[in-house]
């Protein structure tokens, strides 16, 4: 957080809105989130976010991250 980042406390119930918020603004998006422990609703709703926000770049978790 020292270095400009931002930390968001994401709310499942309104896990599309939350998300929104998180990726405004950004131009590159990271997820290093296990496929193995998330749900898979939270994963695709991460990429829909994802393909709705500015982004520019997103890398999926599946790369090996």
């Known amino acids: 957080a020292k270095a400009g980042a931002v ?3 994401f709310d499942q ?3 599309s809105r939350t998300l929104d918020e998180a990726f405004a603004g950004v131009d ?3 997820d290093v989130l ?3 422990f ?3 609703e939270v994963n695709n ?3 829909e976010a994802a393909a ?3 982004a520019k770049v997103y890398i999926l ?3 090996g991250l």
Do not use: D, M, Q
């Open 28 to 30: 590159v998006i990271v």
């Open 61 to 63: 978790s599946e790369w």
């Open 7 to 9: 930390l968001y406390k």
């Open 38 to 40: 998330i749900p898979e």
């Open 52 to 54: 709705r926000s500015p």
């Open 34 to 36: 296990s496929t193995g």
């Open 13 to 15: 119930a309104n896990l």
């Open 45 to 47: 709703s991460v990429i």
